[in-house]
């Protein structure tokens, strides 16, 4: 490397005097110009600053978090202390720490080990079936969700590992007939251990409520004059109004004859009071395979089939968005059948299409020519 030197360079631009600094040195064997300096201190400054460059300060890395899984999720505890789901919650953790570790660094919880965990998970076999998709992304789900916590609010995780999750089916949809719901019912009104359990059929069964919304419904929120019942406390937390037609109407008169004070409708918010005498009636009807909350799914298909939209449908399930009604749209072909009855005349004449659309109907001459084209087109 040259020692470089300084140098001024004049020129004259529209009869004007100008000048500027520079300097050139040879570095490595290359030749380095640069100019434009106001000064020769300022180029002077640049050139020493070229050949002896400040070397970029150290910045020490930070040091990797203390933080443990089993403190993530103490911490987790008290962050969703109001969380509904808190009990299911703490026992998937506890399965979590058992299969990774309590005291396992959460820096250490990677990819890798969290692929293995899955792995681990999808050859459990329970009695003769494998653990379904829905057991084995449940506890992978409060793991993203804490490991995101961790990288996103806590700040003690660098980045958060990628957790692949298996693709679950859509989930079951019985729903009763007329003559299998008169049946329950009928059942239901046998058990007379548990009387109430037949008014708490039939309102689910015409409402939609589901067995928590129904069990914890007090007086004060039966609004008869309106005919409407008021839920403060759904499973998603927003607040809403149910309808009540005449069976479900019925059902909350028969519960309230004689009835003192805004307690619960039903008397206990636990399931357990009734759920002997359901599984009774239920091997009574007989149904087989039917849960309780296969009610509401039952009040969906009913609603959908007489006509219910699937946004109406949507609110009256108190739904955040048409996804979760989406399952019952089978149920109302209607809206598919005008769509393909828009294709009726378009093997027709210029005629018979003007006689199609001034009568709406198809002339029989062309269907049976249009079923023997379709009888006689090549399969695909």
């Not at 109302?332 to 828009?342: G, T």
Request: proline share 5%; glycine share 6%.
């Amino acid at each position: 490397m040259s020692q470089g030197e300084v140098r001024k360079r004049v020129w004259f631009y529209q009869g004007k005097r100008r000048e500027a600094w520079g300097f050139t040195v040879i570095i490595d064997g290359k030749r380095v110009r640069r100019s434009g300096y106001c000064s020769r201190a300022e180029a002077q400054e640049a050139l020493d600053a070229l050949k002896h460059p400040t070397p970029e300060p150290i910045v020490p890395s930070e040091p990797a978090s203390s933080m443990t899984l089993g403190e993530a999720f103490e911490r987790y505890f008290k962050l969703k202390a109001q969380k509904k789901s808190l009990y299911e919650d703490r026992r998937t953790a506890g399965r979590l720490m058992r299969a990774l570790g309590g005291d396992t660094l959460l820096v250490n919880i990677t990819a890798s080990a969290i692929s293995e965990y899955r792995a681990a998970r999808l050859s459990v076999k329970r009695g003769n079936a494998f653990l379904s998709p829905a057991s084995i992304n449940r506890p992978l789900g409060v793991l993203k969700h804490l490991l995101r916590l961790a990288h996103e609010e806590w700040e003690v995780l660098p980045a958060v590992p990628r957790i692949r999750l298996e693709k679950e089916r859509q989930g079951r949809l019985r729903w009763l007939t007329t003559e299998e719901a008169h049946r329950l019912l009928d059942a239901c009104r046998a058990q007379k251990k548990s009387p109430a359990l037949v008014d708490l059929v039939e309102l689910c069964l015409f409402t939609g409520l589901r067995q928590a919304e129904a069990l914890q419904l007090t007086w004060d929120r039966v609004d008869q004059a309106r005919g409407v019942v008021l839920l403060e406390l759904t499973k998603n937390g927003r607040r809403r109004e149910v309808p009540l037609n005449g069976p479900a109407d019925a059902a909350l008169a028969r519960r309230g004859a004689g009835r003192t004070g805004d307690g619960l409708v039903f008397g206990t918010k636990s399931w357990y009071a009734f759920r002997k005498a359901w599984k009774r009636a239920v091997k009574a009807a007989p149904l087989g395979d039917f849960h309780f909350h296969d009610l509401r799914h039952t009040f969906a298909s009913w609603s959908i089939q007489r006509g219910a939209t699937l946004p109406e449908l949507k609110d009256l399930l108190g739904h955040s968005n048409l996804a979760m009604v989406m399952r019952y749209a089978h149920l109302a072909p209607e809206h598919l059948r005008k769509a393909v009855a828009r294709l009726d005349d378009v093997l027709a004449t210029p005629a018979r299409a003007q006689e199609t659309l001034e009568s709406g109907t198809w002339p029989a001459e062309d269907r049976k020519s249009s079923i023997v084209l379709m009888d006689d087109s090549p399969a695909r």
